[in-house]
């Protein structure tokens, strides 16, 4: 009976050290995984070689349930390639990961520009637009680059111009809005670059550009 105990407590030692041997930094950089049928926490867990509970802290989950097509963060894994999900298309669809401090500026700057008076989805939008122009060539290609651009009247948003933005303290439907951005990115279809409210925008540009959607007190364009 004691011959079996300690075998149990040497698999079980084995076992706690091969997860905690990986690197565990899944909130520091990440990319999206749908969840296929027969997924568990422990699975996911070995396959991006992280530990169950830095998983479940990334998502914020407390329950070991996961549910068949649900879409959750997982560390994006250093010089290998993303795991092929066999319910995917054979089309190609690249995923966008940031650090948590980009994540922060963000959300900051949806904050900055939202408050708390737009609804969610115009808080979407405008982290849509930050990541559009990631990719746009006529803007600069890193987050911290387009956010804090420098233009003829100073920088391209208002928050950077006037300081405030460092001073934001975003709210967890920030960072709900820039993690939704992401999950929707690069393949947003509407592409937008540009926001603006209509009734203070003047700029006779900025009107003429092709709207994209209006969402709350702000119009989009591209």
Request: proline share 5%; net charge positive; hydrophobic share 40%.
């Given at each position: ?21 990986h690197s565990t930094d899944a909130a520091t950089t990440y990319t ?73 500026l963000m959300a900051q700057l949806v904050h900055a520009e939202t ?108």
């Amino acid at each position: 009976m004691m011959k079996k105990i300690l075998a149990t407590l040497v698999v079980v030692c084995f076992m706690v050290v091969g997860f905690t041997s990986h690197s565990t930094d899944a909130a520091t950089t990440y990319t999206y995984y749908k969840v296929k049928k027969g997924d568990s926490f422990y699975k996911l867990a070995k396959t991006y070689k992280t530990t169950i509970s830095a998983l479940k802290s990334l998502n914020h989950r407390k329950s070991d349930v996961l549910v068949a097509g649900e879409t959750i963060k997982v560390p994006r894994l250093a010089k290998t390639h993303a795991v092929k999900q066999a319910a995917e298309p054979v089309a190609k669809k690249p995923k966008f990961s940031i650090r948590a401090e980009e994540r922060k500026l963000m959300a900051q700057l949806v904050h900055a520009e939202t408050g708390f008076s737009e609804p969610f989805a115009g808080k979407v939008e405008v982290a849509l637009v930050i990541l559009n122009r990631v990719k746009h060539p006529g803007f600069p290609n890193s987050i911290k680059g387009v956010i804090y651009q420098k233009t003829k009247s100073g920088y391209a948003f208002a928050p950077v111009k006037t300081g405030k933005l460092t001073r934001i303290q975003p709210t967890k439907q920030d960072y709900a809005a820039v993690d939704k951005a992401l999950s929707l990115f690069p393949n947003d279809r509407r592409g937008s670059l540009y926001f603006y409210n209509p009734k203070i925008t003047k700029d006779k540009w900025m009107l003429s550009r092709p709207v994209t959607i209006r969402i709350g007190h702000h119009v989009f364009a591209k």
